[in-house]
């Protein structure tokens, strides 16, 4: 499942969120994935079965933007090249995609195993 976070804490305190933003867009620059064109949701690793049921449900043309993005930089890797300016991804296009999905299916199958786990007393 998702890995535990501290985001939710460090938002809903505005003075933490102001002190720990620059830092965040620091990190986010340096990482190197944006200068290959991905997205920070493209670096889940797909081995969990919750990941892989929410790449099921990504709408076609973002399961083929996600792929396409993937080959770009494995090709990238391999040339030892970064993309052009033009082509990377941008901070204002780093927005989630698959993240939101994994939320969902996590909370569905918390229900579903609250919902089977229930006992039902007759009276």
């Known amino acids: 499942m998702s890995q535990p976070s501290l985001a939710k804490f460090i938002i809903k305190r ?41 790449l099921k449900r990504l709408p076609p043309k973002e399961a083929y933007d996600r792929v396409f993005r993937m080959r770009r930089a494995f090709q990238c890797s391999l ?14 296009e780093d927005l989630p995609y698959l993240s939101p999905l994994i939320e ?6 918390k229900e579903r195993e609250d919902l089977e786990s229930m ?4 009276k």
Do not use: C, F
């Open 104 to 109: 969902e299916i996590e909370a569905e199958i």
């Open 14 to 54: 505005p003075w933490l969120r102001n002190w720990m933003q620059p830092l965040a867009n620091w990190y986010s620059n340096n990482a190197g994935y944006r200068q290959l064109g991905l997205r920070a949701d493209d670096l889940i690793p797909e081995e969990n079965e919750v990941v892989l049921l929410a």
């Open 79 to 92: 040339a030892h090249q970064l993309l052009p300016k033009a082509e990377q991804t941008k901070p204002e």
């Open 119 to 122: 006992v039902i007393k007759k």
